[in-house]
Protein backbone atom coordinates (compact mmCIF):
# COMPACT_ATOMS: atom_id res chain seq x y z
CA UNK A 1 0.00 0.00 0.00
CA UNK A 2 0.73 3.34 -0.65
CA UNK A 3 1.25 6.64 1.79
CA UNK A 4 1.34 9.77 0.54
CA UNK A 5 4.63 11.79 0.97
CA UNK A 6 6.79 14.43 -0.16
CA UNK A 7 8.01 14.44 -3.69
CA UNK A 8 11.81 14.54 -3.15
CA UNK A 9 11.61 11.96 -0.52
CA UNK A 10 9.56 9.52 -2.90
CA UNK A 11 11.97 10.47 -5.59
CA UNK A 12 14.62 9.05 -3.26
CA UNK A 13 13.21 5.56 -3.94
CA UNK A 14 14.77 5.49 -7.57
CA UNK A 15 18.13 3.65 -7.16
CA UNK A 16 19.83 2.14 -8.67
CA UNK A 17 19.91 5.12 -11.56
CA UNK A 18 21.88 5.42 -14.53
CA UNK A 19 24.87 7.09 -15.03
CA UNK A 20 26.72 8.24 -18.67
CA UNK A 21 29.45 10.68 -19.23
CA UNK A 22 29.42 13.20 -22.14
CA UNK A 23 32.70 14.19 -23.78
CA UNK A 24 33.05 17.75 -25.66
CA UNK A 25 36.10 19.28 -27.29
CA UNK A 26 37.42 22.50 -25.84
CA UNK A 27 37.88 25.81 -28.10
CA UNK A 28 41.55 25.47 -27.04
CA UNK A 29 42.20 22.23 -27.38
CA UNK A 30 41.90 18.98 -25.22
CA UNK A 31 38.37 18.17 -24.28
CA UNK A 32 36.26 17.95 -21.55
CA UNK A 33 33.77 15.52 -19.91
CA UNK A 34 31.24 15.33 -17.02
CA UNK A 35 28.87 12.61 -15.20
CA UNK A 36 24.66 13.06 -16.31
CA UNK A 37 22.30 10.89 -14.59
CA UNK A 38 19.22 12.76 -16.54
CA UNK A 39 19.35 10.84 -19.77
CA UNK A 40 17.10 8.16 -21.75
CA UNK A 41 16.51 7.53 -25.29
CA UNK A 42 14.39 9.90 -26.97
CA UNK A 43 14.31 8.20 -30.84
CA UNK A 44 14.65 4.42 -31.96
CA UNK A 45 15.46 5.59 -35.55
CA UNK A 46 17.36 7.42 -35.63
CA UNK A 47 18.64 6.56 -32.59
CA UNK A 48 18.89 9.83 -30.41
CA UNK A 49 19.85 10.62 -26.55
CA UNK A 50 18.34 13.36 -24.00
CA UNK A 51 20.54 15.14 -21.84
CA UNK A 52 20.08 17.01 -18.40
CA UNK A 53 22.64 19.28 -18.39
CA UNK A 54 22.45 22.35 -16.34
CA UNK A 55 22.93 25.66 -18.26
CA UNK A 56 25.81 26.64 -15.99
CA UNK A 57 28.20 23.75 -16.74
CA UNK A 58 30.62 24.10 -19.51
CA UNK A 59 29.41 21.12 -21.20
CA UNK A 60 26.39 22.96 -22.02
CA UNK A 61 28.42 25.53 -23.08
CA UNK A 62 30.49 23.45 -25.36
CA UNK A 63 28.05 21.75 -26.36
CA UNK A 64 25.81 24.60 -27.53
CA UNK A 65 29.41 25.84 -29.27
CA UNK A 66 30.14 22.59 -31.43
CA UNK A 67 26.99 21.06 -31.90
CA UNK A 68 28.11 17.70 -31.17
CA UNK A 69 29.51 14.92 -28.08
CA UNK A 70 30.10 11.78 -26.98
CA UNK A 71 27.86 9.99 -24.53
CA UNK A 72 29.68 6.97 -23.11
CA UNK A 73 28.42 4.20 -20.51
CA UNK A 74 31.28 4.12 -17.81
CA UNK A 75 31.98 1.00 -16.81
CA UNK A 76 31.27 -0.67 -13.29
CA UNK A 77 35.02 -0.16 -12.39
CA UNK A 78 35.40 3.43 -12.89
CA UNK A 79 33.37 4.66 -9.62
CA UNK A 80 36.67 6.76 -8.77
CA UNK A 81 36.58 8.56 -12.16
CA UNK A 82 33.15 9.10 -12.53
CA UNK A 83 32.89 10.82 -9.13
CA UNK A 84 35.93 13.19 -9.91
CA UNK A 85 34.49 14.71 -12.94
CA UNK A 86 31.12 14.54 -12.12
CA UNK A 87 31.78 16.31 -8.64
CA UNK A 88 34.16 19.11 -10.00
CA UNK A 89 33.81 21.92 -12.72
CA UNK A 90 35.80 22.25 -15.79
CA UNK A 91 36.94 25.66 -16.81
CA UNK A 92 39.98 26.17 -16.23
CA UNK A 93 41.41 22.49 -15.81
CA UNK A 94 41.46 19.33 -17.56
CA UNK A 95 39.61 16.90 -15.81
CA UNK A 96 40.11 14.07 -18.21
CA UNK A 97 44.01 13.99 -17.20
CA UNK A 98 43.64 14.51 -13.71
CA UNK A 99 41.06 11.39 -13.35
CA UNK A 100 43.45 9.34 -15.57
CA UNK A 101 40.38 8.53 -17.96
CA UNK A 102 41.65 6.93 -21.51
CA UNK A 103 40.41 8.76 -24.52
CA UNK A 104 40.93 7.76 -27.89
CA UNK A 105 39.87 9.52 -31.37
CA UNK A 106 35.80 9.40 -32.04
CA UNK A 107 35.38 8.59 -35.99
CA UNK A 108 32.70 11.18 -37.17
CA UNK A 109 33.00 14.31 -34.00
CA UNK A 110 35.47 15.87 -32.90
CA UNK A 111 35.18 15.14 -28.88
CA UNK A 112 36.93 12.18 -27.75
CA UNK A 113 35.46 8.40 -26.71
CA UNK A 114 36.12 7.22 -23.87
CA UNK A 115 38.38 3.80 -24.19
CA UNK A 116 37.28 1.98 -21.42
CA UNK A 117 33.66 2.79 -21.42
CA UNK A 118 31.16 -0.25 -22.13
CA UNK A 119 30.28 1.76 -25.16
CA UNK A 120 30.62 5.25 -26.76
CA UNK A 121 27.51 7.25 -29.03
CA UNK A 122 28.84 10.02 -31.53
CA UNK A 123 25.78 13.04 -31.22
CA UNK A 124 25.30 15.80 -33.31
CA UNK A 125 22.90 18.46 -31.31
CA UNK A 126 19.59 18.35 -32.80
CA UNK A 127 17.85 20.62 -30.35
CA UNK A 128 17.30 21.93 -27.03
CA UNK A 129 14.05 21.94 -24.84
CA UNK A 130 13.43 23.31 -21.54
CA UNK A 131 10.34 22.37 -20.33
CA UNK A 132 11.60 23.26 -16.78
CA UNK A 133 14.55 24.22 -14.85
CA UNK A 134 17.19 22.07 -16.86
CA UNK A 135 17.97 22.51 -20.48
CA UNK A 136 17.27 18.87 -22.33
CA UNK A 137 19.75 18.16 -25.05
CA UNK A 138 18.70 16.20 -27.96
CA UNK A 139 21.48 14.29 -29.49
CA UNK A 140 21.46 12.18 -33.14
CA UNK A 141 23.84 9.32 -32.66
CA UNK A 142 25.74 9.37 -35.89
CA UNK A 143 28.46 6.83 -34.65
CA UNK A 144 28.38 4.21 -32.04
CA UNK A 145 31.74 1.48 -30.38
CA UNK A 146 31.69 -0.86 -28.03
CA UNK A 147 34.49 -2.20 -25.88
CA UNK A 148 36.23 -5.21 -26.75
CA UNK A 149 35.33 -7.14 -23.49
CA UNK A 150 32.18 -8.17 -24.74
CA UNK A 151 31.29 -8.69 -20.38
CA UNK A 152 32.06 -5.57 -19.27
CA UNK A 153 29.49 -3.57 -17.77
CA UNK A 154 27.51 -0.26 -16.87
CA UNK A 155 28.32 1.51 -13.57
CA UNK A 156 24.97 2.75 -11.34
CA UNK A 157 24.88 5.36 -8.93
CA UNK A 158 23.22 2.78 -6.13
CA UNK A 159 22.01 5.53 -3.82
CA UNK A 160 22.18 8.69 -2.46
CA UNK A 161 25.21 10.75 -2.08
CA UNK A 162 27.30 9.73 -5.43
CA UNK A 163 27.61 5.98 -4.03
CA UNK A 164 28.37 4.25 -7.55
CA UNK A 165 28.83 0.85 -7.86
CA UNK A 166 28.23 -2.33 -10.48
CA UNK A 167 24.31 -4.16 -10.43
CA UNK A 168 23.97 -7.52 -10.86
CA UNK A 169 20.32 -9.63 -12.11
CA UNK A 170 18.74 -11.56 -9.29
CA UNK A 171 18.45 -14.18 -12.18
CA UNK A 172 19.34 -14.57 -15.55
CA UNK A 173 15.67 -15.17 -17.21
CA UNK B 1 39.63 0.30 -26.15
CA UNK B 2 36.85 0.91 -28.54
CA UNK B 3 35.76 -1.38 -31.50
CA UNK B 4 34.28 0.86 -34.26
CA UNK B 5 30.21 -1.39 -34.64
CA UNK B 6 26.72 -0.84 -35.30
CA UNK B 7 24.49 1.90 -33.59
CA UNK B 8 21.96 -0.61 -32.11
CA UNK B 9 24.49 -3.25 -31.52
CA UNK B 10 25.94 -1.10 -29.36
CA UNK B 11 23.06 0.08 -27.57
CA UNK B 12 22.20 -3.64 -26.43
CA UNK B 13 25.21 -2.79 -23.77
CA UNK B 14 22.40 -0.38 -22.22
CA UNK B 15 21.25 -3.09 -19.66
CA UNK B 16 20.26 -3.04 -17.15
CA UNK B 17 17.40 -0.47 -17.83
CA UNK B 18 14.95 1.18 -15.58
CA UNK B 19 11.24 0.51 -16.45
CA UNK B 20 8.18 3.01 -15.17
CA UNK B 21 4.57 2.25 -15.26
CA UNK B 22 2.40 4.90 -16.40
CA UNK B 23 -1.51 4.81 -15.23
CA UNK B 24 -4.47 6.63 -17.36
CA UNK B 25 -7.98 7.13 -16.59
CA UNK B 26 -9.98 5.49 -19.46
CA UNK B 27 -12.94 7.73 -20.66
CA UNK B 28 -15.41 5.16 -20.15
CA UNK B 29 -14.32 4.37 -16.44
CA UNK B 30 -11.33 2.14 -15.09
CA UNK B 31 -7.95 3.02 -16.22
CA UNK B 32 -5.35 1.89 -18.65
CA UNK B 33 -1.72 1.06 -17.75
CA UNK B 34 1.68 0.40 -20.08
CA UNK B 35 5.41 -0.06 -19.53
CA UNK B 36 8.05 2.80 -20.38
CA UNK B 37 11.85 2.35 -20.70
CA UNK B 38 12.88 5.44 -21.85
CA UNK B 39 12.28 7.51 -19.04
CA UNK B 40 14.28 10.55 -17.22
CA UNK B 41 14.28 13.67 -14.76
CA UNK B 42 13.74 16.77 -17.24
CA UNK B 43 13.57 19.25 -13.94
CA UNK B 44 13.91 18.83 -10.33
CA UNK B 45 12.05 22.06 -9.21
CA UNK B 46 9.31 21.85 -9.77
CA UNK B 47 10.25 18.12 -10.23
CA UNK B 48 9.06 16.66 -14.28
CA UNK B 49 9.25 13.57 -15.97
CA UNK B 50 10.61 13.12 -19.29
CA UNK B 51 8.45 9.97 -21.08
CA UNK B 52 8.80 8.12 -24.91
CA UNK B 53 5.52 7.51 -25.89
CA UNK B 54 4.92 5.86 -29.30
CA UNK B 55 1.89 8.21 -30.41
CA UNK B 56 0.43 4.57 -31.54
CA UNK B 57 0.02 3.80 -27.88
CA UNK B 58 -3.25 4.01 -26.48
CA UNK B 59 -1.76 6.03 -23.16
CA UNK B 60 -0.50 8.61 -25.78
CA UNK B 61 -4.18 9.08 -27.20
CA UNK B 62 -5.11 8.85 -23.04
CA UNK B 63 -2.65 11.31 -21.29
CA UNK B 64 -3.41 13.94 -24.37
CA UNK B 65 -7.04 13.84 -23.39
CA UNK B 66 -6.77 14.02 -19.73
CA UNK B 67 -3.08 16.06 -19.58
CA UNK B 68 -2.64 13.58 -16.39
CA UNK B 69 -1.17 10.46 -15.78
CA UNK B 70 0.80 8.30 -12.86
CA UNK B 71 4.20 7.58 -13.06
CA UNK B 72 4.78 4.53 -10.86
CA UNK B 73 8.25 2.25 -10.14
CA UNK B 74 7.60 -0.91 -10.29
CA UNK B 75 9.00 -3.08 -7.57
CA UNK B 76 11.13 -6.25 -8.61
CA UNK B 77 8.16 -8.94 -7.43
CA UNK B 78 6.22 -7.14 -10.16
CA UNK B 79 8.25 -8.94 -13.64
CA UNK B 80 4.78 -10.77 -14.85
CA UNK B 81 2.36 -7.95 -14.66
CA UNK B 82 5.10 -5.66 -16.36
CA UNK B 83 5.32 -7.84 -18.86
CA UNK B 84 1.79 -8.78 -19.55
CA UNK B 85 0.69 -5.05 -19.18
CA UNK B 86 4.16 -3.96 -21.65
CA UNK B 87 3.43 -6.46 -24.49
CA UNK B 88 -0.24 -6.11 -25.35
CA UNK B 89 -2.62 -3.33 -26.37
CA UNK B 90 -4.65 -1.40 -23.90
CA UNK B 91 -7.93 -0.51 -26.46
CA UNK B 92 -11.05 -2.62 -25.56
CA UNK B 93 -9.18 -4.62 -22.57
CA UNK B 94 -8.89 -3.94 -18.83
CA UNK B 95 -5.10 -4.64 -18.44
CA UNK B 96 -5.19 -3.95 -14.65
CA UNK B 97 -7.25 -6.36 -13.91
CA UNK B 98 -5.77 -9.05 -16.16
CA UNK B 99 -2.87 -8.85 -14.75
CA UNK B 100 -3.98 -8.42 -11.14
CA UNK B 101 -2.32 -5.28 -10.65
CA UNK B 102 -3.76 -4.04 -7.68
CA UNK B 103 -4.36 0.17 -7.31
CA UNK B 104 -5.59 2.89 -4.84
CA UNK B 105 -6.99 6.54 -5.91
CA UNK B 106 -4.22 9.51 -6.06
CA UNK B 107 -4.29 12.18 -4.52
CA UNK B 108 -4.51 15.15 -7.35
CA UNK B 109 -5.60 13.49 -10.49
CA UNK B 110 -7.87 11.38 -11.43
CA UNK B 111 -5.40 8.43 -12.80
CA UNK B 112 -4.71 5.79 -10.27
CA UNK B 113 -1.71 4.95 -8.09
CA UNK B 114 -0.32 1.32 -8.12
CA UNK B 115 -0.55 0.22 -4.51
CA UNK B 116 2.37 -2.30 -4.55
CA UNK B 117 4.67 0.51 -6.57
CA UNK B 118 7.95 1.55 -4.76
CA UNK B 119 6.44 5.16 -5.36
CA UNK B 120 4.11 6.72 -7.53
CA UNK B 121 4.70 10.24 -9.01
CA UNK B 122 1.02 11.91 -9.96
CA UNK B 123 1.93 14.19 -13.29
CA UNK B 124 -0.23 16.49 -15.15
CA UNK B 125 0.93 17.15 -18.43
CA UNK B 126 3.36 20.16 -19.65
CA UNK B 127 4.52 19.38 -23.21
CA UNK B 128 5.03 17.20 -26.11
CA UNK B 129 8.35 17.07 -27.68
CA UNK B 130 9.16 15.56 -30.85
CA UNK B 131 12.59 15.40 -31.63
CA UNK B 132 13.12 12.00 -33.55
CA UNK B 133 10.28 9.17 -33.96
CA UNK B 134 8.86 9.38 -30.98
CA UNK B 135 6.67 11.63 -28.79
CA UNK B 136 8.43 12.82 -25.53
CA UNK B 137 6.07 13.46 -22.90
CA UNK B 138 6.64 15.87 -20.22
CA UNK B 139 4.79 15.93 -16.86
CA UNK B 140 5.14 17.88 -13.63
CA UNK B 141 4.82 15.93 -10.74
CA UNK B 142 1.79 17.54 -8.09
CA UNK B 143 2.30 14.70 -5.41
CA UNK B 144 3.56 11.55 -4.86
CA UNK B 145 3.49 8.69 -2.45
CA UNK B 146 5.88 5.72 -1.51
CA UNK B 147 5.36 2.24 -0.27
CA UNK B 148 4.91 1.37 3.22
CA UNK B 149 7.84 -1.38 2.87
CA UNK B 150 10.71 1.08 3.22
CA UNK B 151 13.22 -1.97 1.63
CA UNK B 152 11.04 -2.63 -1.37
CA UNK B 153 13.12 -2.31 -4.52
CA UNK B 154 12.83 -1.18 -8.25
CA UNK B 155 12.07 -3.25 -11.38
CA UNK B 156 14.91 -3.55 -13.90
CA UNK B 157 15.01 -4.40 -17.99
CA UNK B 158 17.86 -6.34 -17.34
CA UNK B 159 18.79 -7.79 -20.90
CA UNK B 160 17.09 -7.83 -24.18
CA UNK B 161 13.88 -9.22 -25.02
CA UNK B 162 11.98 -8.50 -21.96
CA UNK B 163 13.85 -9.98 -19.22
CA UNK B 164 13.04 -8.33 -15.65
CA UNK B 165 14.56 -8.79 -12.60
CA UNK B 166 15.66 -6.74 -9.54
CA UNK B 167 19.49 -5.82 -9.34
CA UNK B 168 21.77 -5.65 -6.25
CA UNK B 169 24.78 -3.31 -6.03
CA UNK B 170 28.36 -4.82 -5.85
CA UNK B 171 29.08 -3.23 -2.85
CA UNK B 172 27.09 -0.49 -0.49
CA UNK B 173 29.25 2.29 -0.69
Redesign the interface.
Known amino acids: ???????????K??????IVLVTTKKPEGGANVMAV????????????F?L?IDDGAYTYELVKKNREFVVA?PN?KMAREVLMVGTRHGRGRDKISESGLRI?PA?KIKAP???D?????ECRL??I?Q????P?I?G??V??????KAG?R?L?T??AGY?L?????????
Chains 1, 2 share one sequence.
Open positions: MQKKTNIQKALRKYPEQGWVAIASEEPLMMGFEQDLLAAVANFVCYPGDCLIKVAASENKLRYVRKSGVRPLRKS
